[in-house]
């Protein structure tokens, strides 16, 4: 991606086939999460002007292989470290060896250059799934996927951001008369599931400030869900014409947000 004294924010994939998102600054460059192959990884990087091997970090949330498919191959190819929680790790099958592994704590700050980066827990079925804020200078990034519930810690830690990476997994309706079985569709209205589109415009609506510009949709489901119904639902409980919102898809990279630096 351009190197200009920019905050970027591209998702690569986003999905049940695979999620990456790809942050950087002038300086830095991180993928968090990993989930295509270590060949898709590669072109959708290329798409957006990104060398994999000026990659700092990959950063991964939890373990479902859909987060994780590529990290082990692209961290091996490219001498890249891979950060992650320990339970995590011991949970995760789909990583194998990499030539750097740095464990990072739920609740506890670390720095990646310069990078902030704030991870917290939240509500999913795996064993320590984290949701993610990114600081850079006065700009700071909120990502939580893969949550199914709300909760007062993933509020405090989104709050402020400048721009959100937020699920916004499924029309209900759409999931209650779909073709998924009974306990699938429970698992996925749990609170270790995945957030409506519903909970993600009452989320956004609460969150709302002055200084939040940018909100991506994340993690739709391609089966219990559609772009132009999560739009038209998180947009009427938004209801904030400022906002530029937008849908993260499976199948290309999405648009690369570039959210200007102090001196810009």
Known sequence: MKKDNCFCICPLASGSKGNALLVSTPDTAILVD??????????????????????????????HIDHVRGAGVLGRRFNIPVYISPATHQACRGLGSVPELIYFDCGTR?????????PFSISHDASDPAGLTLTWQSCKIGIATDLGVVTNLVRTHLSG??????????DPDMLIN????????????????????HDA??????????????????HLSEENNRPERALAEVGRRLNRPGICLSVAGPDRPGEVIRIPGKNE
Do not use: C
């Open 34 to 63: 990993a989930g295509l192959s270590g060949v898709a990884l590669q072109r959708r990087m290329a798409a957006v002007g990104q060398d994999p091997a000026d990659l700092s970090a990959i950063i991964i949330t939890h373990e």
């Open 110 to 118: 670390f720095d990646i250059q310069d990078l902030i980066l704030n």
């Open 161 to 170: 951001s400048t721009l959100l990476y937020l699920e916004s997994n499924h």
């Open 178 to 197: 779909g073709a998924y079985p009974w306990h699938l569709k429970q698992r996925i209205q749990s609170r270790i599931g995945h957030l409506s589109n």
């Open 201 to 218: 415009g009452t989320l956004l609506a609460e969150l709302h400030h002055d200084h939040l510009h940018h909100v991506i949709l994340a």
